[in-house]
């Protein structure tokens, strides 16, 4: 399965008539970085859930790699899109950190020799090899963070999709935490607030805004522009501006792509 | 009623950490069953029990302190059981002072409660003392109790710290606004804490079933091994008190 | 309060034993045809918190506090099945890895603080729905009385235990009098918390509690097999005891490694009620007793086999 994502006119509503996501159409090709930004409550997480089907489709339609997601191969899109959550402890459920780290590949048919070299990688991949034997709840924040991303990418995704991964990291571990993203080889989708972030790691930002795409484009043209960011919410940090390299637009290079909402 | 604690540190120094928990706790099964079925009124027999216990305790246990910190919830059944001497009123009278009497029923009772239920922390504190929890649960597994049963163990093992420390934050953050529940109308505040952590139990139970699904999870279940030993010494102590019980079945 | 090892004999805490593992296996069957593959991260989650709840002091007035036992609050917002089968998780957890409670009481343990106050706390408040309706003061109103009959009838239990199989010979009223008086308290501090709980969720998540939703019920005929067979386990562990010769008991005493001489009466107290000198009676009624038990857990049973619509 490659790893590109095609989302086509994507609505959700919930059970109590909100509308969470208005006809999202958006394309990512394979081994992109796109950054998905937004106030709370603009619908990130739901997208998000939606794209290893934890959330039915209501409306609309989403490929992987060309497969339409349904009902029959959950487990094969689910194997290919790996979703790092906010919260570590809701995604390290198992007494070990090996443990949590091979469920993901036993799950999805790796037999246990490739189970165990993958898990190994994984680890090591994140340096956390010599914590494996270690119960979670004895793990710092930063350790936790690393282990579920090592549970993510051991069973070998397509897509990576972060949520938050920065949140309440000391800036160490963050920069450790960059350093794990930037060396992945998969396509990468960072649902973040932490604007620095997006922008050091993907040239790409796609924008929503209550349920709606306000805007596609290269990340340091969306930073650069001070309505576009009002409206959605977003602001620098304190004290920083945009380095000036990230101000031109690339010289005869490709055009940004650029959508507002109607 | 189980009181503020987490379970308490591994006594590394002991022998016996090293060693096969489905053993452990078929040994602690048997000493338990043991003890349950027999009584001081046949002292050989009980008193050989008790000595195997005292073995497995003493292996396993760093200092006495250590034992007696954890026994503080039979408490209040030791308190009842210096009472029955004087209320068990069974047996040959004694007078013990004037009209103050006791009866020799009762001291036996009392007697054999006492050894009892301080044998019986004591093999469970033992017992905790050289097996992590998750590999008591591994051990259980082992003993070939019902996947799904030693799964939803392992889950509630695994968030109990996590709720604990988010009990402590909670009592922590009210009380540094003032809180100071001694009074009833703070049990509203209380509860509000209380029905809080339910609210986010059931929303975070339904989070790690998504996270469990994300990866693939479809309700089979992968448990792992790890390579243990086996004790010489509590095989020693299991099979002399099978022959105790089982002599002392013919005698 | 978790039982130690040594006051309850050894016949009656197997049979304790039989009952609880019955109904653990039974209430995991329930709870699975409903939550599917989700019963372990609920079930996971669920018990840890009534673990953590459980910890929780309650001030009830003039310096002292109270602390919740949950079995009424766990099946009032988890549901019969759900809820017992969290409750004997965290049992079993205090028993084996806080050495709260001894081993040889576990099934007397989980028999008293999850079944007995789970059966009595669902009985009560499903009754008290059908009768007054669900509006949310109805529903509080009814948690108050299920906690508080949950406690008291876990006391009763306990009595009841005392009287078939209690190792000293403490007089029967006077250890009824003690243990329901006491917990009569007890139960009136775990309703008020209970209904206090269950007032604020209510109010803030009703969708999350079990008896604020109305669900179709269904009737299994596969869990009447499995409670029957447990039923017949346990009947077949007593039958040697309700074996009314002399030496019918005296075989028994003898299984169970008991000094069967005359002076040694009160041993024979474990299968007898003091004030009942007929043992003969006294067995059986200890056998009606599991009868009785079963027999209402089959009944909810029948009522709690549902499916979410």
Known sequence: ?262 | MSGDHIQSHLNTESPLIEIEPAQKIISVLILALSLAFNDIRNPLKFNLILICIICFVFVSIPSINYLLRRMYVIIPFILFAFLLPFISKSGTTIYLYKDIAIYQNGLFEMSNILLKSIAGVSMAVALSATTSQFDIVRGLEKLKLPKIFVAILSFALRYISVYISEFKRVKLSMKSRGFNSKSLTDSVAIAYAGSAMLIRGFERGEKVYSSMISRGFDGNLFITSKKWNQSKLLYFLCITTLLVNILGYFS | MHVPDGFINAPVSATAGLLSIGSIWASTKAANRFLADKLIAIAGMMSALIFALQMINFPIGAGTSGHLLGGALAVIILGPSLGILCVSIVVIIQALIFADGGLSALGINILNISIVTGLVGWCVIDLWKKFFGDRSSSLIIGSFIAGLFSVVMSSVAFVAEYALGGTVSVELGSVFIAMVTSHFLIGVGEGFITALILSLLLKVRPDMVFIAKNERVEKKSTSIVGVLLFLSCSLIFLAPLASSSPDGLETVAEEFNFDYSDKTVTFLQGYSIPSISNSFISIVISGLLGILVLTIFLNLYLNIARKES
């Open chain 1, 1 to 262: 399965m490659r790893g590109d994502i095609s989302i086509s006119n994507l609505s959700f509503s919930y059970p109590d008539g909100t509308d969470a996501l208005n006809a999202l159409t958006f394309d990512v090709s394979e081994k992109e970085s796109v950054a998905i930004l937004g106030p709370n409550g603009a619908g990130k997480t739901t997208l998000v859930m939606h794209l290893n089907g934890i959330y039915s489709i209501q409306k609309g339609s989403i490929c992987i790699g060309n497969k339409e997601i349904n009902t029959d191969n959950l487990k094969e899109i689910r194997k290919n899109v790996g979703i790092v959550f906010q919260d570590p402890d809701q995604q390290l459920f198992m007494p070990s950190v090996y443990e949590d780290v091979i469920f993901g590949p036993r799950n999805f048919g790796f037999n246990v020799l490739e189970t165990e070299e993958n898990a190994k990688k994984a680890l090591q991949q994140v340096g956390m090899y010599e914590h494996k034997d270690k119960a979670p709840h004895h793990l710092s924040l930063g350790q936790k963070r690393k282990v579920a991303i090592a549970s993510v990418l051991a069973s070998k995704p397509k897509i990576v999709i972060f949520d938050e991964p920065s949140s309440n990291l000391d800036p160490s571990s963050r920069r450790e935490l960059i350093d794990i993203i930037k060396s992945l080889d998969a396509t990468i989708l960072l649902v973040s607030h932490d604007i620095p972030l997006a922008l050091e790691l993907c040239p790409r930002t796609i924008v929503l805004k209550d349920g709606n795409l306000l805007c596609d484009m290269q990340t340091n043209e969306f930073l650069g522009d001070d309505l576009l960011m009002k409206e959605a919410r977003v602001e620098l940090p304190f004290g920083f501006e945009l380095h000036h390299k990230f101000h031109h637009i690339a010289e005869g290079g490709e055009q940004p792509k650029h959508r507002h909402s109607d």
